[in-house]
């Protein structure tokens, strides 16, 4: 949800500046909300990936069985 906001906010930012005729700004905004966005990920993603064994315990019960 983080990064969808991060969209929105970027479009509407755009939008501003494309009707104002600062291009550079656009470039500037466009550029700064992909980095946002792709650091955002990969930390979501590692801290998804790091804690993935005990979010899965909540919803799958393991059976040990002793042969």
Do not use: D, E, W
């Not at 700064?32 to 064994?53: K, V």
Request: proline content about 1%; charged content about 10%; hydrophobic content about 55%.
């Amino acid at each position: 949800m983080p990064i969808v906001a991060i969209g929105q906010a970027s479009m509407t930012f755009s939008g501003q500046n494309v009707g104002a005729n600062n291009y550079q700004r656009v470039k500037k905004g466009a550029f700064i909300s992909i980095l946002l966005s792709g650091g955002l990920s990969i930390l979501l993603a590692t801290i998804i990936l790091t804690f993935s064994h005990a979010f899965m315990r909540i919803f799958i019960k393991m059976k040990i069985l002793f042969i």
